[in-house]
């Protein structure tokens, strides 16, 4: 399976912009990249997916790179509320249709007030 | 609202004991999911079902057992059999389509600690 490797941690001041990289160098041409995040003791919940193009929606703004072996989430203005770990994972498609996700260990964002 | 539930929110039980967790979903989905997650680590896939009748173990099924009677329930049991239980459980439902993109949607999760 294709695998994404991602900072264990990183911290951002309010308001301002935060980066999130991941690098996912065996990633296939069909494979999707994918983000969610998870709160404390809650589950996940989808943030952006993109395929080659860059991609925004009000939560964030997702850059791929030309090469497509890395991304960059992007939150525009980090609140308190976005603090949680955010995982970037391949959608990687296998015999009859599923696609089977892996999630790693992710990125623990701290947002210091 | 539509959305998964999974109850109980957190469980308690002793050593040796089967103990089934419940997720059920509304969102007509087709495909269910059961994953784990220890402290500080991510996800990992015990189980899944794209259909009714059907499931498929995932990466760390040993010790668990699932079933799928109906689209809208996919509980998993937790057997006596698991080495270590104590865990995060989250459930996750998605549709299955054609161009590789189905976002999950998951459960609050259960909280599961084995005395």
């Known amino acids: 399976d294709a695998k994404t490797t991602q900072p264990n941690s990183m911290e951002s001041n309010e308001e301002e912009p935060v980066h999130l990289p991941c690098n996912h160098s065996?990633?296939?041409?069909?494979?999707?990249i994918h983000w969610y995040r998870q709160l404390p003791s809650q589950g996940p919940e989808y943030v952006i997916h993109?395929?080659?193009s860059n991609v925004n929606n009000r939560m964030a703004s997702l850059a791929i790179a030309e090469d497509r072996k890395s991304s960059t989430l992007i939150l525009h203005r980090a609140t308190l509320r976005d603090a949680a770990v955010y995982y970037c994972?391949?959608?990687?498609?296998?015999?009859?249709?599923?696609?089977?996700?892996?999630f790693g260990t992710g990125t623990k964002l701290q947002v210091i007030p | 609202d539509g959305g998964i539930t999974q109850s109980p929110k957190y469980l308690f039980r002793k050593e040796g004991q089967n103990v089934t967790l419940s997720c059920e979903q509304n969102?007509?989905?087709?495909?269910m999911y059961w994953y784990r997650q220890d402290p500080g680590q991510g996800l990992r896939l015990i189980y899944y079902?794209?259909?009714?009748?059907?499931?498929q173990k995932g990466d760390i099924a040993e010790g668990y057992s699932v079933s799928r009677e109906k689209k809208e329930s996919f509980p998993l049991t937790v057997t006596s059999a698991q080495k270590n239980p104590t865990a995060f459980y989250l459930c996750?439902?998605?549709?299955?389509?054609?161009?590789?993109?189905?976002?999950?949607?998951f459960g609050p999760g259960t909280r599961l600690t084995v005395l």
């Open positions: 994972i391949l959608r990687v498609a296998v015999a009859g249709g599923y696609q089977k996700v892996t």
């Open positions: 079902s794209q259909i009714v009748n059907d499931f």
């Open positions: 996750a439902s998605s549709n299955l389509t054609s161009d590789y993109y189905n976002e999950q949607f």
């Open positions: 969102l007509n989905h087709d495909a």
């Open positions: 993109g395929l080659t």
């Open positions: 065996t990633i296939s041409g069909t494979d999707y």
